[in-house]
């Protein structure tokens, strides 16, 4: 069955240090990857997207992720956080028809 | 607020009652999808809508679980009989129209309605 891991389920940093959060993905074909984040109170939104191309995508407030096909993997960077970035993240895989995977996310926490 | 509505945002209920949920997607969205998630856990797909067909629908959900979408428009999720298993945040997403069927589009969520069975 397809999967999606997020290695860490708890991250802690304080302000200004680097981000890479990881996802690993159980498919050989053609993937669709998405992270999306949700912010303390508000509604899971989208951060960035890879359908093809290019396989650095970079989304929104600086965030940034590497699509590496030989690694099933599509980590997701910030080279420096801000306090507002606390949120849980969630790294999301389609692999064709209607069905997104989602993985169990990731709890940001970053200390000001 | 031109975004995914959900209502009710809660709902408390006791074991064996029947509830029913619904979304309004964002106009002109002819994809519909409903989620459920618990809690340490991301989303999981429970079905999906093209106008108002529902076209897929996942094998993990029970009989007791039932959408429609009857004018392709607002959509309504029922559970029937409720188990206190059944506790969980329910979201629903919609995506716009893409040039083919099989085409993907990222999706827009609503707030969610938390349940919760006594």
């Known amino acids: 069955a397809q999967s999606v891991s997020q290695h860490n389920h708890h991250v802690i940093l304080s302000e200004a240090a680097s981000l890479e959060l990881g996802c690993n993905y159980s498919y050989g074909g053609t993937v669709n990857l998405f992270w999306y984040v949700q912010y303390p109170g508000q509604h899971l939104q989208l951060l960035l997207k890879y359908f093809s191309g290019d396989p650095l995508v970079k989304g929104i407030k600086g965030f940034e992720a590497e699509f590496i096909k030989s690694k099933f993997s599509f980590n997701l960077r910030k080279p420096s956080v801000q306090w507002s970035d606390t949120a849980e993240y969630f790294c999301?895989?389609?692999?064709?028809?209607?069905?997104?995977?989602f993985g169990a996310g990731t709890r940001l926490f970053v200390k000001a | 607020d031109t975004g995914v509505s959900q209502d009710p945002r809660h709902k408390i209920t006791k074991r064996g009652q029947n509830v029913t949920f619904r979304c309004d997607p964002i106009s002109e969205h002819n994809r519909l999808y409903w989620y459920r998630q618990t809690l340490g856990q991301g989303p999981e797909f429970l079905t999906y809508f093209q106008n108002e067909a529902q076209l897929e629908k996942s094998r993990l959900l029970s009989d007791r679980f039932s959408a429609e979408r009857p004018k392709g428009s607002f959509s309504t999720l029922e559970i029937q009989r409720t188990e206190q298993g059944d506790s969980a945040m329910y979201l629903c997403?919609?995506?716009?129209?893409?040039?083919?069927?099989?085409?993907?589009?990222?999706?827009?969520f609503g707030p969610g309605t938390r349940l919760t069975v006594l």
């Open positions: 999301a895989v389609n692999t064709g028809g209607f069905k997104t995977i």
């Open positions: 997403a919609s995506s716009p129209p893409t040039r083919d069927v099989f085409s993907y589009n990222e999706q827009f």
